[in-house]
């Protein structure tokens, strides 16, 4: 029979997996309270929280939430990241705290949308630009074609009054 503060551990980390974006498994060992206190607050602003779970309970609730295949990057003693807002903010946010206070800690794997990520996909993922950038990107690439498009027309029209114009002149002179 299960206690009410495992059973509220379990909706909690069910709540968490249920609404997260992506999701960062991580190996602890080696962190002191006061350096997991502060990958903490180096993680908040982007929108990431960090959360230490049993694998069990871990892999219940991804089967409740209906993410079985989050319980695959759960391995050995394991600290989960998630972001809910923006997906790489959170992954870049981890890997720039870990490489700038040179912890040793061991990335198992993550969690994307759906779909399971290896440690390396993990981190070319933290190399990407941010989504506004991306974003930027996307809209000056469909925005450069139409540009020419509509100089390509305003050009044509303004030739063809510049013809017009020539063929009046030249029959008012004749």
């Given at each position: 029979?299960?206690?009410?503060?495992?059973?509220?551990?379990?909706?909690?980390?069910?709540?968490?997996?249920?609404?997260?974006?992506?999701?960062?498994?991580?190996?602890?060992?080696?962190?002191?309270?006061?350096?997991?206190?502060?990958?903490?607050?180096?993680?908040?602003?982007?929108?990431?929280?960090?959360?230490?779970?049993k694998n069990t309970?871990?892999?219940?609730?991804?089967?409740?939430?209906?993410?079985?295949?989050?319980?695959?990057?759960?391995?050995?003693?394991?600290?989960?990241?998630?972001?809910?807002?923006?997906?790489?903010?959170?992954?870049?946010?981890?890997?720039?705290?870990?490489?700038?206070?040179?912890?040793?800690v061991e990335l198992?794997?993550?969690?994307?949308?759906?779909?399971?990520l290896t440690r390396?996909?993990?981190?070319?993922?933290?190399?990407?630009?941010?989504?506004?950038?991306?974003?930027?990107?996307?809209?000056?690439?469909?925005?450069?074609?139409?540009?020419?498009?509509?100089?390509?027309?305003?050009?044509?029209?303004?030739?063809?009054?510049?013809?017009?114009?020539?063929?009046?002149?030249?029959?008012?002179?004749?």
């Amino acid at each position: 029979m299960p206690t009410p503060r495992k059973v509220a551990m379990l909706a909690e980390v069910r709540d968490r997996m249920e609404r997260a974006s992506v999701a960062v498994s991580a190996d602890y060992r080696g962190l002191t309270v006061a350096q997991i206190t502060e990958l903490r607050r180096a993680l908040r602003p982007v929108g990431a929280e960090v959360k230490v779970v049993k694998n069990t309970l871990a892999a219940m609730a991804a089967k409740e939430a209906g993410r079985a295949e989050m319980a695959e990057i759960v391995k050995g003693p394991t600290a989960l990241v998630f972001g809910f807002e923006d997906p790489i903010g959170p992954v870049k946010a981890l890997t720039e705290h870990l490489r700038s206070k040179r912890l040793n800690v061991e990335l198992h794997g993550g969690w994307l949308e759906g779909r399971v990520l290896t440690r390396a996909e993990v981190e070319s993922l933290a190399t990407m630009p941010p989504k506004e950038q991306l974003i930027a990107d996307v809209v000056s690439k469909l925005q450069s074609p139409l540009y020419q498009f509509s100089g390509l027309l305003q050009s044509t029209i303004r030739n063809f009054a510049g013809l017009i114009d020539a063929r009046a002149n030249q029959l008012e002179s004749a």
